[in-house]
């Protein structure tokens, strides 16, 4: 947006000195009228098309802008009654609420190769409309308009697309986000189990053919999901260099809050209504993210996805 209105400016100005080329004595005068009006037309356009945009996409702050490196951001935020509703697990089970966002539990050289691994797995398959998912540990990859199973699909054949390598890097990444997160909470790591679904999502601006490519709509993880306890999110590309739009919203009374997406990025948060969020819709290019989550009820817990 921000480019497209220095382009714009760019092409007034141009035009502005074009009209201007030097034909007789008044031409200076001209000249400096035309990009005065050039000057004003192009600011007044980046203001309005700054102001519809903010009361269009209803942003009012950054929680993490892309191209700063947060150490430890937390924002604590009162918890719903929502947790009521299930069995509780003390010492587990959200009594202190928030969200936070880290770019120090994972470098981007990690990220990289992890979103290797969502490119090779995705090839395989893709949405008809503009969001795939691969789910590693039930094996489900967005085909058309429906789900295969991948595992079942391509049997021994999955050991060419996959190493075991790529496991013990999900492996790896997986615990020291589940670590983060229970330092964040002030909670114990072993008391949380990793829950389904947890899945690499592909989005890109290709229009939705089937609700599954609805991914924008404000949701709360604990009704979508209700094993859902602590749910992450680590981004695989970056916000306004890879795609645009596709910022995450946390949708509050008062205001929105965005994360912009950079790769080694994580988010994480409680996922009961406290934590009501949307994706913005992707407006170009392709965004990589994978969804990580975690339940304080063992029976809902799963455990890390195998090469079988
Ligand atoms: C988006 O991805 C789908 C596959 O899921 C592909 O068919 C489509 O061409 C892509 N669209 C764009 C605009 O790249
Ligand atoms: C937050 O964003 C939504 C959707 O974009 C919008 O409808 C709502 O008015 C925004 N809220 C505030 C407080 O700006």
């Known amino acids: 947006m921000a480019a497209a209105a220095v382009r714009r400016r760019r092409r007034q100005q141009g035009s502005a000195l074009r009209n201007a080329d030097p034909q007789g004595e008044r031409s200076g005068r001209l000249w400096a009228v035309c990009f005065v009006a050039a000057a004003v037309v192009a600011l007044s356009g980046g203001l309005l098309a700054w102001s ?15 191209g700063e ?5 937390f924002v604590e935020v009162p918890c719903s009654g929502d947790y009521d509703g299930y069995r509780r697990f003390e ?10 966002v880290s770019d120090a539990v994972i470098t981007r050289e990690e990220a990289e190769r992890i979103r290797r691994i969502a490119e090779r797995g995705l090839s395989l ?3 008809d409309g ?7 540990h039930s094996g489900a990859l967005s085909l058309g308009k429906q789900f295969v199973n991948l595992y079942r699909y391509f049997g021994d054949k999955i050991q ?4 075991e390598e790529d496991f013990a890097l999900y ?8 670590q983060k997160i229970a330092e964040a909470f002030g909670i114990s790591s072993s008391s949380m189990y990793l829950t389904k679904p947890t899945f690499f999502s592909r989005i890109n601006s290709t229009e939705a053919k089937t609700t599954h490519d609805e991914y924008w709509h404000p949701h709360i993880d604990k009704e979508t999901y209700g094993s859902f306890d602590y749910t992450s999110l680590l981004y695989l590309s970056d916000y306004a260099e890879d795609f645009g739009g596709g910022r995450f919203v946390f949708m509050d009374a008062g205001s929105n809050k965005t994360v912009e997406p950079q790769a080694g990025r994580v988010s994480f948060f409680t996922s009961g209504s406290e934590n009501l969020h949307r994706v913005e819709k ?7 993210a994978i969804t990580i989550s975690f339940t304080c009820n063992p029976d809902h817990g799963i455990g890390d996805p195998v090469l079988m």
Request: proline letters at 2%; one cysteine or more.
């Open 69 to 73: 490196t947060l150490l430890d951001k």
């Open 171 to 178: 492996r790896d990444v997986r615990q020291r986000i589940q």
């Open 125 to 127: 398959g893709g949405s």
């Open 130 to 136: 503009g969001a795939s998912i691969l789910d590693l």
């Open 282 to 288: 992707v407006h170009w290019g392709t965004r990589y």
């Open 52 to 66: 519809s945009r903010s009361a269009e996409d209803g942003v009012a702050e950054v929680l993490a802008r892309r």
């Open 160 to 163: 060419d697309i996959f190493t």
């Open 91 to 100: 010492g587990c089970t959200p009594r202190r609420c928030g969200r936070g």
